[in-house]
């Protein structure tokens, strides 16, 4: 468990050199400032992959020294390659952590893993959010309060289109009216996959250190179990452990 | 609940028409013989599709008019159209219900919903198989007893790379020294999905009553639920239900 | 599944004999009044039973003639006798549904079932409620839209200590800034059970058509399931399916 | 993370001091060897208790030092006293892990926990058990093969009258034809139970390796989460962060 955290933070890095707003918040995009805190830590060592890098910045061999791959998408999830979003799915499957962040909800690879459509209501109106802790004997919830808040946040709001979660870890009230399901946790194959709501690109929320916190939890949570299996792709034809006579 | 529940049972409908062996067993098709025992019960109306047709059969106007659908195949799993696998995944998720059987555990539209390999073990062998009864509250186990046999089976052993399931109803054991979770069931968005491992090719599984029993009892419990959401597959800008005032 | 459903609606029912303003509203008690929409229905077939009467009401010979027990206390919760609960954990394990309104959280018999304190936050400003459904394939959720709200509650929030729900069908959003599991659903051996948050000695709630429908929802899909099992209180020495040899 | 974790194996001593073919496989009883594997990892400090003690030495003191308690009974679960049973299960609530195994199944405090009876079924054959890892993505699977297998053993089998389990870590398969969930995890409040058949009085099974590691890994992921909420037991009344307006 004292290993290093191999993480790599992957960013649509689109809005950050094409809106000043954003560029504002976050000079060097999304990713550097997570990079940042994350690298901040010991035992975490943080890189980072974007969209218009070559295979999206996400090679078999970026994939094979990745132990948590961090994902933030917004507008361009449609660019990112099928075969890319194949790969990143095994890896996982094979054990490789994933952490969504906002919109992300939206981007192939998390629809990928859900199975489902990841919908939800939105709205950007700049109001509060309060996350109350659902889960506090989770280990994403480690050292946070029993709720904390994020003054200005684009609404996400129930029904949001996912599976059952193996735990609901933290849920949204907004002052709108709307709940949300905010933090969600899944173990698929042998990697698990955590969905977190809180972030935008105008807002500056990976600046607040509950969240920071939580990313930091949840990376790791993530980082992968050396258990069985390397290759869960295929079905294997099993010689029997015991001898048996089939009768008639 | 007393309305009639609209079955469609898909088929590859290859092994019927080119083995012998497999003709002998299931002369007109397995679809036919399982919509056929669907049809001796009051209040279910199953009809049939299959690979070779048009659109395999599952046209807009068919799904519109299924409540739940019924899917086997073996060799040809990459035959089947990406397109018609969206448009299935779609009408899952909008509340039609999805029963995949035995080899299905392969099919496009099973591990697009999973999201996982849906992988296994497997042995061709002839071996026996009790299927354990593990969640008694569930409807899915109604009518039963505290197992079932079937007496020559294809094993499928863990681990099943499938997503942690809402109810593990039925666990089986193999004479060959496997166990595996053999009927498991899903919510997915305002959809029902229900996987049960038993069948085969070759071996008259779908002629044992606890098995048919089993199949029933799924089209039952996975029929839609008349609730709210029609059309799931987008994000809607939502408008608050509450006044509220963004404070600085 | 066309049975009738036989339900006992048990009401601590105090508020209403020493409490006018309880008694305006369940001039012949809470209990009364939800049989009587139950009994409205086809198909129901609704009972009563109080903390006064002897054992409770609920008597074995009741207990086995009750389908689905629907339960409310408020204050006097330490005076159901010790050896009910027993019977009502028994009769549950073996079949029985049970659906648990609003402060009935802090029940004996629903602590007893969840193993947990079912301690929440609680606060009575007679704010607004809105209640999102956050599972719609849950047959608890039929014939609802996406929310519905209750104009004066008593709030209750999180941190709910109750276990992993097997699906939290209702998400509440409160005016004062709280959420809240409001409707979470649970196998626990051949029975199941339902808690519902709405409800309160003084507001009319249920009086309110959403309400009725959802404890209307919860007594159809608590009902038994005529599956194996009739006494799991007892671990029994087995004797094996399987011939086999004790190998050194 | 690297804090040491306390933990306090719990057992019930008397098979030991009465019956010679016991205490020729557990001189020191099966607390003193479960301790001592434990107390050669490093950041471990392992105690015991036992029921003979004053208050079985589970006193307020004992438990508020005791972040992970392991439990062991069978014959004499009844002498265990209900108070002591109440003040594990609030301590167990505030945050600590319990490990539960095998004959524990039936011990007070797991079917407090659990509000289930914990019945199954068994048969003393010596057969052989294989546990078929179901979860390879959860903690208490690291370092394990995609099965082992224990050659002599009491059979445990199905229906486990237990909840939806969090995550089934282990799946079992008897010679004598039965099927087991082996390793079920819970969260409950703020604490984790993990409940792991393998076990005996007289079979030295745990001198075996890869039960040892599976123990370990319990106590590992059971260890508290330090997040919010040191006393569950209370619901209060809680003051709102939002100022609103009842509307009439």
């Known amino acids: 468990m004292a290993d290093t955290i191999r993480v790599t933070v ?3 890095f ?9 560029a504002d918040v976050y000079p060097d995009g999304i990713h550097a400032q997570i990079a940042k805190f994350l690298n901040d830590e010991g035992n975490i060592d943080a890189g980072t992959a974007t969209l218009d890098e070559p295979e999206h910045g996400l090679t078999e061999e970026v ?5 948590v791959l961090i994902w933030w998408g917004h507008r ?7 075969e890319i979003v194949d790969r990143v799915q095994q890896r996982i499957l094979n054990g490789m952590g994933l ?5 992300g909800h939206f981007s192939k690879i998390f629809r990928r893993m859900m199975g489902t459509n990841c919908s939800l209501k939105w709205r950007e109106a700049g109001e509060r959010e309060r996350l109350w802790v659902t889960d506090p004997a989770h280990p994403i919830a480690e050292g946070l309060g029993e709720f904390f808040e994020i003054p200005h946040v684009e609404m996400y709001g129930e029904f949001f289109d996912i599976p059952t979660p193996d735990s609901t870890v933290f849920t949204s009230w907004f002052q709108g009216g709307e709940v ?3 933090g969600v946790a899944y173990h698929r194959g042998k990697g698990k ?3 977190f709501r809180p972030g935008h690109e105008t807002f500056p929320i990976f600046f607040q250190p509950e969240v920071q916190k939580v990313i930091l939890n949840a990376v790791r949570w993530a980082a992968p179990t050396k258990g069985p299996y390397s290759d869960l ?14 009768e008639d």
Chains 1, 2, 3, 4 share one sequence.
Not at 14 to 21: A, P, S, V
Not at 63 to 67: E, P, R
Not at 99 to 103: E, K, P, T
């Open 76 to 82: 361009a999830h449609g660019e990112v390659a099928d």
């Open 233 to 246: 792709s295929r079905a294997l034809n099993y010689q029997a452990n015991e001898t048996f006579e089939v």
């Open 193 to 195: 996959v955590f969905y």
């Open 63 to 67: 994939l094979a020294n990745t132990d």
């Open 180 to 182: 949300f399901r905010s």
């Open 99 to 103: 952490v969504v962040l906002h919109s």
């Open 14 to 22: 689109r809005h950050e050199k094409t809106d000043q707003e954003v």
């Open 10 to 12: 992957w960013n649509e």
